[in-house]
Nanobody, 123 residues
C-alpha cells in the first residue's frame, strides 16, 4: 500500500505563484512500483478534475486549463513530485489532491490519494 502526503497550498493573489509537493511512501511489506504520479483538483460544488501527471517513462500530461502555467516535475527524493503553479487565477481555487498509481506483485494497479491541500486565489 501507499501513503500519499501533499503540502504547499495557501492563499495568493491573482497572478501569483505556489509550489505544491507530494511524497508517496510504501506502507506494506511488499515492494510497491509507482507507475504515475500527478494532481487532481476539486472546487466547491464541482467534480474532481485532472490537472497534471507524470508517468514512469517521464511523459507529462496537463489539463488544457493549466498548460503553459503549471509545471509538474519529479523531486530528488524517491517517489516525490512538485507542481509549480504560476500565473494563478481565481478559477484555480480548489483543493488539490496528489494522485498515485501503483502496483505490487500481488495487487493490481491501484489509485491512491492524498488528503488534499487548499489553494485559494484571490481576485
Amino acid at each position: 500500500q501507499v501513503q500519499v502526503v501533499e503540502s504547499g497550498g495557501g492563499l495568493v493573489q491573482s497572478g501569483g505563484s505556489l509550489r505544491l509537493f507530494c511524497a508517496a511512501s510504501e506502507s506494506s511489506s511488499s515492494i510497491v512500483i509507482i507507475d504515475s504520479m500527478g494532481w487532481y483538483r476539486q472546487a466547491p460544488g464541482k467534480e474532481r478534475e485532472f490537472v497534471a501527471l507524470i508517468s514512469r517513462d517521464e511523459n507529462t500530461f496537463y489539463a488544457e486549463a493549466v498548460k503553459g502555467r503549471f509545471t509538474l516535475s519529479r523531486g530528488e527524493a524517491k517517489n516525490t513530485v512538485s507542481l509549480q503553479m504560476n500565473s494563478l487565477e481565481p478559477d484555480d481555487t480548489a483543493v488539490y489532491y496528489c494522485w498515485v498509481s501503483a502496483r505490487t506483485a500481488i495487487l493490481r494497479s491501484t489509485n491512491y490519494w492524498g488528503q488534499g491541500t487548499q489553494v485559494t486565489v484571490a481576485s
